[in-house]
């Protein structure tokens, strides 16, 4: 829900001025129906004094639409053709006390529909030169076709030259990235720039980041015999002695029983907290030396008929 | 608005007293942390587990550990897909609809732009029903994932996804619905479907906000979108939001209960509803697929006048409801949805979606019906499209459009 000023709710509840009004001696028809606003503003104007004697509308359009047509004729009642083309609408959105940015371009609509009864009272040919596109920064209600002119009239090719020309993402910054897109697209079209290379898909950030190749196959290795086997064991607790002996400790080899290979730490190691980790570490070298899993366990866990 | 009017069930539900009952206990007794080696914690991942197994049941799915709880819709859409890109690092191509929720278009628009996917976005008819052609040619070994909708959360319209997912599976692709919407309305069964994964948010069937769920067909390729602990079997890391979780879990168990409730008086209400507006209010019909959609939502769009218009009077008469116009949500464009189904400009603005829940009473239909037609009638004598006189569309030039 739109955060809408008292003004504004008034203005919509119950407009001023709505309808139409046949003794019309100026119309102007604005619009933009794929964006929901279109506006039909009547005035009678005394062709003596040129004033505006009297205003009426017909609005297809939402909440802000409806308020900003209904303000627009409150405020150029009894003013001249030329008071009135003084109007902006900014004058608009103040008299109503405020619009939200998203809602800007419905007093817009206002303003310019005023200029096209003006001009078909006149008999001239009214042209708008409004534009409109996607609301890009709502800090500071600049939307995206603000921000291409500024690129392609400008030759500006960073999101920091945008800010600067045109203050959008200047504040809470949360457009910068719609503020590139628009970028990129101007400078794709006008060349201004070369586009960035494109990269082939899976080479440039997280997709270049390959898996990790599962581990070739190594040829099967020869199966151990029994007697290989525990002296492969063997080596490798060896091997790790010495590191354990430093630490006051000591390791050695009580039985092995297929999966399962039973060793005793004794010395510092022995009611150690940290033997679980010994343990451990003794596994995963043997696991390493033999190319197989194995299970290493304290000697008290054998079975009651080992050892 | 306490008082209110509440028909916007497919925005938010309110939360069940029955779930709110459950769920105290989780801020105050059971505090615990699910991870922690204690009582305190046990007792918390007990209820997750229960929870997990009443999400379970309402999805007919055949694990309880298929499941895994998210943040909600958006985070499960984006899991899904990301997932099953990162899964399957060959395959760089998205099949999807026109009318998916931004949860599943915004990121497949960004992985499009940023990351060299390509994106199919199968189109629908006039009465949003999915193009099934086309949906068929897009499909080849080269989709890492098709993500459609179960049911259209702005019309209703059910799309046939056990149909779709077999289809996808017969060129080994993943397929995931948003499921967002049908979860809780209308029954599912997963286990015995084709379908790899399914989004649900929590409050969109009287759970709170910010719990959802995504279905993880056991077996399948997964890859989390969330690293860090190990939480919910290390797919979706991050403490579990255990509140949210058991308010889920008893949301999900109310709702098989009252699943039949859904389909015959809340259906009742919302036919009530559309009949009368449609007999009483000229230049109007419903949008999407009237004889396939979910119980409780009908979209009606009204010509020549605009959304947001409509739903300040509602809100002035007391009822909530929801639009696809332009204006509702800051954009320049009315409802992707509408567009994608043809519906024109004029029309397009002005389409109002009314959504029921098992809370809503014929009383309350009655009031929207007297109302309705009113609000419709003076906005329409604002518009330089609407001859009042003549009930006629008014030939309108404006000097840009």
Redesign the interface.
Known sequence: ??NYTDKVKEH??N?KN??VLDSANAVG????????????LMLKVDPDTQIILDAK??????????ASSSALTEMIIGKTVDEALTLTNRDIAEYLGGL?P??MHCSVMGAEALR?AIANYKGEA???D?E????VCKCFGIDAAMIERAVSVNGLTTLEEVTHYTKAGGSCQTCHEKIE?VLEEVLAKTGALKPAKK????TV?L?AI??LEPKAESAAAPKLTNVQRMQVIMGAIEEMRPQIQRDGGDVELVDIDGKDIYVRLTGACSGCSQSAGTMMGVQMKLVEALGEFVRVKPASLMPAHAG | MSQGIYLDNNATTRVDPEVLQEMLPLFTEHFGNASSMHGFGAAVGGKIEWARCQVQALLGAAHDSEIVFTSGGTESDNTAILSALEAY?KK?EIVTSVVEHPGVLALCEYLE?????KVHRIPVDKRGNLDIEAYRAALSDQVAIVSIMWANNETGTIFPVEELARMAKEVGALFHTDAVQSVGKIPVKLADSAIDMLSLSGHKLHAPKGIGALYVKRGLRYRPMLRGGHQERSRRAGTENAPGIVGLGAAAQLALVHMGDENTRVKALRDKLERAILAAVPSCFVTGNPDNRLPNTCNIAFE??????IL??L??AGIAASSG????S?????SHVMRAMGVP??AA?GATRFSLSRETTEEEIDRVIAVVPGIIAKLR?????WQQEAGKPKE??????
């Open positions: 829900m739109w919509f509840f407009p709505s309808g028809e604005v619009g933009s129906i794929t964006c929901g606003d279109a506006l039909r509308f017909q609005t297809f359009g939402c909440g802000s639409a409806i939200p998203e809602k096209a009214w042209e708008d409004h409109e596109g996607e609301l897109e990269h082939a898909p899976g950030g997709d390959k898996p | 690092p760089r732009k940023k990351r060299g996917c020549y006048i605009e959304g947001e218009a300040l009077l809100n002035e116009s332009a204006c509702t800051g954009s320049l464009e009315p400009y004029t603005h004598s604002l518009s330089p499209y309108f030039a404006p000097v840009y459009s």
